[in-house]
């Protein structure tokens, strides 16, 4: 593919990517995978030069661009040499004309700013939330060690205060590893394995993972040593893929399929008996707009408002299910303070007794009644978390 061609072809996949956000259509790295399966002639240097176009003029637009060439202007508005790929070829895009929608720079859209700096997110700590991400590992020690890993994957490194936690340099494809497919480490953001140890020693001790998705939070408990582990979740598909994940991690871990809204009856033999429940509650995933950067185009106000009843419903579903004396661990990759710290503050005001603890992390500091990692001061993906001990 020429350079101009490589333009043409990121315009196309913008206007894709964009319609997607809009109509609620797949995530941009399926139609980026669905539109090179078509375009066997593309090499992978052309792949990776358009996908590099995608999402630099993706990170770049705050609000929903006009088009796909819109956000590509918006690249050739910071940098005036790519204007030159506009070159009206045969297979590149037509010449650039005076006046035609440019997207404007920006972090969000308005309203997600202005919530974000409501939620005191603002200058640089703003602007971090759509930089790259780097590639973070977490250990299984029941198939490894810190030095195996490390001798397997070139460039991994410690990350400080996180036993098991390793980060690589630059991005690398880790999935079809041996090591990986052997079980001894899995790929998660070092704010994600953070968060999980606000659920404190969990050795010998009963943990439900009240929304397990696939379960990379369900796997770090497990090799902390949680048993009995019961894994929850709503979503049949995600929570398939926990079982084969959990056998390759030599984890064992009940789950069980839950019907939305009748959550407190496929639970109901556990009511007050587990020592914690964790919540890693569906959020809008504000924490995570480095790895997603169009999931800022998507969320909406109401979308924003079903997620708040939802997190709130999770956290009347999870406290009669604690113990007394035992924890009830929330979190959210999100940082805005309706999910996170309000939500906190209005369950304390509504349950008497119940106490937030600090968790005392290796990363992040106090936010609210919780704790709040970002990706500018703690090189992580964005996270709250709040521990709150049941009465005794």
Not at 14 to 32: C, N, P, V, Y
Not at 107 to 136: K, N, Q
Not at 256 to 267: D, F
Request: hydrophobic fraction near 50%.
């Amino acid at each position: 593919m020429t350079p101009a061609a490589r333009a043409e072809a990121a315009i196309e996949l913008l206007d894709a990517i964009i319609d997607a956000a809009r109509g609620g259509g797949a995530a941009a790295d399926t139609l980026i995978a669905r539109y090179f399966a078509t375009r066997r002639y593309a090499g992978s240097k052309d792949r990776r030069a358009v996908r590099e176009l995608v999402y630099a003029a993706i990170r770049r637009a705050g609000e929903v661009p006009a088009s796909g060439r819109a956000a590509l202007l918006g690249l050739v508005a910071d940098d005036p040499a790519l204007g030159a790929l506009f070159d009206g070829s045969p297979h590149g895009p037509a010449p650039i004309v005076a006046g035609e929608p440019v997207a404007a720079a920006g972090v969000a859209p308005a309203w997600l700013v202005e919530a974000l700096a409501a939620s005191g997110l603002a200058g640089d700590e703003l602007a971090a939330l759509t930089g790259r991400a780097p590639l973070d590992l977490r250990l299984n020690p029941v198939r490894s060690s810190l030095a195996d890993v490390m001798a397997a994957v070139p460039g991994a490194a410690p990350i400080a205060g996180l036993p098991d936690a390793l980060r690589i340099a630059e991005g690398a494809m880790l999935e079809q590893h041996p090591l990986h497919l052997s079980g001894g480490f899995e790929v998660q953001d070092a704010g994600s394995q953070a968060v999980a140890l606000a659920a404190g020693p969990v050795a010998g001790r009963a943990v439900i993972d009240l929304c397990a998705g696939a379960g990379g939070k369900t796997l770090a408990l497990a090799a902390a040593g949680a048993a009995p582990l019961i894994a929850c979740d709503v979503d049949r598909a995600r929570l398939s893929r926990l079982g084969p994940r959990a056998e390759r991690a030599g984890a064992t871990v009940e789950t069980r399929l839950m019907n939305p809204g009748q959550e407190t009856v496929a639970l109901a033999d556990w009511r007050g008996r587990a020592d914690v429940v964790l919540i890693d509650a569906p959020c809008s995933g504000t924490g995570t707009w480095r790895r997603n950067p169009e999931s800022r185009w998507r969320l909406t106000p109401a979308r924003l408002d079903r997620l708040a009843a939802t997190q709130a419903h999770l956290l009347a579903v999870a406290q009669p299910l604690v113990r007394p004396g035992g924890a009830l661990v929330y979190i959210t990759c999100s940082l805005l303070d309706r999910e996170g710290a309000d939500q906190v503050a209005a369950f304390l005001a509504a349950h008497p007794g119940w106490v937030a603890e600090p968790p005392a992390l290796p990363v992040g500091r106090a936010h609210g009644a919780g704790w709040r990692l970002t990706p500018a001061r703690d090189s992580t993906d964005g996270f709250f978390v709040a521990r709150l001990r049941a009465p005794c």
